[in-house]
T-cell receptor, first 112, second 117 residues
Framework: LAKTTQPISMDSYEGQEVNITCSHNNIATNDYITWYQQFPSQGPRFIIQGYKTKVTNEVASLFIPADRKSSTLSLPRVSLSDTAVYYCLVGGRNTGGFKTIFGAGTRLFVKA | NAGVTQTPKFRILKIGQSMTLQCTQDMNHNYMYWYRQDPGMGLKLIYYSVGAGITDKGEVPNGYNVSRSTTEDFPLRLELAAPSQTSVYFC????????????????FGNGTRLTVT
C-alpha cells in the first residue's frame, strides 16, 4: 500500500490560493490519487481524484507530475469555510476503499 | 437520497458493556466500511464488506464484530467496551468498480461519538 506524506498544518488568509502537496514515492502503476476534506464533527467528503497531469472541478484542481511521486491540491481563493483537514490517499482503481489508508492529513486554517 | 446514515450520534458506555453502532446506506453500494478516528489522527479501518454475507478485517479489528445481512446495512458490534475504544466511528460505502473511468470514492456518514468510562 502506498504511503503518503503531507504537511501537518497550513495557515492561509481569505482570498488566497492554497496549495497542499502530498508525497507518495511508492505509488503503483494502477493507483489513483484521491483527496478528501473533513470538517469538524463530520465524515470526510470526496473533493477530487486524478491519475496524471491535471484535473479540475468546481471545487479544486489537482496537479500530478509525470513521475506521479507527488501531487498538489490547489484551492483557489479560499474562504473561512475552507478551514478543514485535507487527506491525500492513493489506491487502486478497482480495489475499493479497503486498500486506501488515511494518514493524519493537513489541517488548513483560513484566517480573515 | 439520504446517503450514509449512522445512529446513534453520541453514546456513553461503561467498561464491559456492549452496543451496536448502526449504519445504513441507500445508494446501492456494494462496499461498506467502518473506520475509527481518534483525536487529531487519521481514520483507521476496522472492518469492511464487499457485499452481503462477506466481511473482512481491516487494520484494527480487535474488540469489534460486524455482519452484513443486506446490501444496505452494516452494523458494528462492541461486545466488551474498553476505554481504548473511546473514539469517533465512521461508516462509509462505495461502489466496487470504477465509475466512468474514475476510481469509486468513499461516501461517509457523520459519525458516532463513543465514550467508554
Amino acid at each position: 500500500l502506498a504511503k503518503t506524506t503531507q504537511p501537518i498544518s497550513m495557515d492561509s488568509y481569505e482570498g488566497q490560493e492554497v496549495n497542499i502537496t502530498c508525497s507518495h514515492n511508492n505509488i503503483a502503476t494502477n493507483d489513483y490519487i484521491t483527496w478528501y476534506q473533513q470538517f469538524p464533527s463530520q465524515g470526510p467528503r470526496f473533493i477530487i481524484q486524478g491519475y496524471k497531469t491535471k484535473v479540475t472541478n468546481e471545487v479544486a484542481s489537482l496537479f500530478i507530475p509525470a513521475d506521479r511521486k507527488s501531487s498538489t491540491l490547489s484551492l483557489p481563493r479560499v474562504s473561512l469555510s475552507d478551514t478543514a483537514v485535507y487527506y491525500c490517499l492513493v489506491g487502486g482503481r478497482n480495489t475499493g476503499g479497503f486498500k486506501t489508508i488515511f494518514g493524519a492529513g493537513t489541517r488548513l486554517f483560513v484566517k480573515a | 437520497n439520504a446517503g450514509v446514515t449512522q445512529t446513534p450520534k453520541f453514546r456513553i458506555l461503561k467498561i464491559g458493556q456492549s452496543m451496536t453502532l448502526q449504519c445504513t446506506q441507500d445508494m446501492n453500494h456494494n462496499y461498506m466500511y467502518w473506520y475509527r478516528q481518534d483525536p487529531g489522527m487519521g481514520l483507521k479501518l476496522i472492518y469492511y464488506s464487499v457485499g452481503a454475507g462477506i466481511t473482512d478485517k481491516g487494520e484494527v479489528p480487535n474488540g469489534y464484530n460486524v455482519s452484513r445481512s443486506t446490501t444496505e446495512d452494516f452494523p458494528l458490534r462492541l461486545e466488551l467496551a474498553a476505554p481504548s475504544q473511546t473514539s469517533v466511528y465512521f461508516c462509509a460505502s462505495s461502489y466496487s468498480k470504477s465509475q466512468g473511468g474514475v476510481a469509486s470514492p468513499l461516501h461517509f456518514g457523520n459519525g458516532t461519538r463513543l465514550t467508554v468510562t
